[in-house]
């Protein structure tokens, strides 16, 4: 009975919630009717009211002076963080606006977080934000240093598997999916089906770009919940020498024809010592920015596997660059209407590592759970163990009982910087590893960032020590790993 009730509120809820975000999206829409002047003052009073909804979900977890803050950044129409949102609203097709605003939005910031956060509380274990999944292992390329040119094409997880992922997330609270592999559009048809049967959930797909195609982009547009990120490394020869001649181009159509279709869609960068430059100068962020890429993830190589290249791990110096250089990409010196966040170097805003169920984890083509898409180990699979019990299996709980794995948030990972915290979580839960084409033991892993953590620790320190830190409002943490109210960590 309790269930029915809950299911009966909640669609009152979003029927209510839909309705205003049709309301508030005809004020923020520019039909040419309206002065710059008129369209600015009407937009940041949308803007102040989604705030106010923001904190009716977040509740202590949101501040009074947080909740003013941001209402005092999104105030002014000449901030170039303002101007970017509204860049987006112009350039995005309406009916999949109003869509991306409910299932990521609505469904995924604001009702699934708090349900998320309650979930962490009920079941003692990290419950994630979003949950990443490989539709299948079968890719197109052999891109230099990736693991996926080992994995082969014989794994999947059927469409049954992927939308039984997705119920039991929903359950927990998770309205957000991201697809890797592999290339995920190889599964496009499925994926499709998957957006289709689940509109209360932001989809986002990794994807090489060959796949994309004018039929591709008017199924997209009538879903309304599926993004992709591109994989682009720069200039076209930093590009096409690790994924292959052609390629480049390739990216370059994809992004014309989401522009074309309005279809918001960011870029997916690794970066290594042989690219960094490349991938942060003036003239490729412009390049993406006026193709129509409004964000974009960067990640830093991991050598993981048997094809891995432990040369393309950035220097100390490259990897010092690269936090500044994106951070000031994001400062208001910059006016680039272009949104970057570092995967490795950004961890002081998500509390460190993310992974093992704590903001996210990965499935693989075989069904197996592993903390890290770029960790290879599990002791559950999809198809033995539900959702809930792989979050509370030996493996997680170890990441959850552990993290933050270091203090210093610019060392943030159990493989790359803390080797050792790696090495000690597989002995003690048994997990085994993963890439069943190409064997790969913890130790075999630990032995390729061993060096390059011993370079990197005296400098994150000091890179550390030189930034202001805050205490946030909420750590998603165990209870013994929380910060004190007094700001003081627990030893």
Known sequence: MGNVVKNVRYKAERAAVSKVVDGLYNKLKNDGSLSKEETDSART????????????????????????????????????????????????????????IMSLGYEAFLRGTAQIRESREKYGCNIP???????????NMHCVGCWSGTYGHKDNLSLEEMDSIVTQGKALGTHLYMMTGGEPLVRKKDILRLCEKH????????TNSTLIDEQLCEDVLRCGNLLFLLSIEGTPQTNDARRGEGHYDTVMKAMDLLKKYGIPFGISVCYTSQNIEAVTSDEFLQMVAEKGARFGFYFHY????????????????????????????????????FYPMDFQNDGEYVGGCIAGGRNYFHINAHGDAEP???????DSNIREKTILEMLQSPLFMAYHEGQPFNRNHLRPCPMLENPDKLRGIIAKTGAHQTNLESEETVEQLCAKTDEYAGKWAPAAQEKWDSMTHKTPAYENYAPEQRTKKDGQKRA
């Open 302 to 337: 991991m050598p993981v596997g048997s094809n891995a290249v432990p040369s393309l791990m950035p220097s100390v110096e490259q990897r010092k660059y690269m936090i500044d250089r994106i951070r000031y990409i994001r400062s208001e010196e910059c006016d680039l209407q």
């Open 372 to 378: 890290c898409v770029f960790i290879h180990f599990s």
């Open 129 to 139: 934000w979003l949950i990443l999944f490989d539709p299948t292992m079968a890719c």
């Open 45 to 100: 009073d949308v803007y102040l009211k989604i705030v106010d909804l923001a904190k009716k979900f977040y509740k202590e977890g949101f501040t009074d002076e947080a909740c003013a803050n941001v209402k005092n950044y999104l105030s002014d129409p000449q901030n170039r963080w303002v101007k970017l949102i509204n860049s987006v609203l112009d350039e995005t097709d309406p009916e999949y606006a109003k869509k991306l």
């Open 199 to 206: 509109p209360d959930c932001f989809f986002a797909a990794y």
